[in-house]
């Protein structure tokens, strides 16, 4: 028996999200039925996250095993060409039995796209967050710093989650500006249903009100969702980087 953990990237667009659902197409969904060709069923899979209707993957994790032979290097050619084209493996390698990409994983990055512009854009549609109104990115960059290190999360996540713990740390977060697009990219630990988007909507309308890096602080020192901003919508979302090494977890670049 060998266990691969497999990394894919996929467009979310068409898809709810990668978990199976019962009546809507997901990512797993169509990497089983690649599977079943490949490898002769529908493997037991184990992803790194679940993400929601929408959102997309730079990198994302997932193991299974099988008693198949089939060398690593050919796993990515014989599984793509049976996957669609908005969903694509990149690597694969063997792992212990017992490696989980779930929960062996240390921490994630995720990459937020705002499209800052007036001016739809047909080819960014569906792949970032059109803001019409002028942000300024070094004031952006200067708030998300009031999120930095260990905190209680509480006021950044969706009402009605079940999660017991809510205090998360986060290692880096930095916005930057491309042209028209403004990046978010903030890694850490682990994060809350809808964290990442309820922070960069946050940020956002920060940004609209004037808000300063201490009036983010106690948003969060707060503890109550009604405190933060709105939640981003999905499709500016990417998980972006998924981490199984400590050290490449605070590998920070500046």
């Known amino acids: 028996m060998r266990n691969l953990l497999v990394t894919i990237r996929y467009r979310g667009t068409n898809y709810h999200g990668f978990q199976v659902q019962k009546n809507a197409v997901s990512v797993c969904q169509v990497f089983q039925d690649a599977q079943e060709k490949v490898f002769g069923g529908r493997l037991d899979i184990k992803g790194c996250s679940r993400t929601d209707a929408g959102v997309h993957a730079n990198e994302f994790c997932l193991n299974f095993w099988t008693d198949r032979a089939i060398p690593c290097h050919k796993v990515p050619l014989a599984l793509n060409a049976h996957l669609p ?131 983010l602080e106690e948003i969060l020192s707060s503890k109550e969702r009604s405190r933060a901003g709105r939640t981003a919508p999905p499709w500016g979302l990417y998980l972006n980087r998924v981490f199984y090494s400590q050290q490449e977890l605070l590998d920070v670049q500046p």
């Open 85 to 215: 084209e908005d969903v694509a493996v990149t690597a694969c390698r063997e792992v212990p039995l017992d490696f989980h990409a779930r929960y062996d994983c240390c921490g994630k990055e995720y990459c937020y796209l705002v499209h800052n512009s007036p001016v739809r854009d047909p080819f960014l549609e569906g792949l970032a967050w059109r803001y019409p109104r002028r942000l300024d990115d070094q004031a952006l960059d200067h708030g998300a710093k009031a999120f930095l290190g260990t905190h209680d999360f509480s006021a950044f996540c969706s009402t009605g989650s079940t999660v017991e713990d809510p205090v998360r740390t986060l290692y880096s977060f930095q916005v930057r500006r491309q042209g028209d697009l403004v990046r978010f990219v903030v890694r850490g630990d682990g994060f809350l249903y809808n964290m990442v988007r309820i922070l960069v909507g946050t940020l956002v309308q920060a940004s609209e009100k004037g808000y300063t890096p201490e009036m």
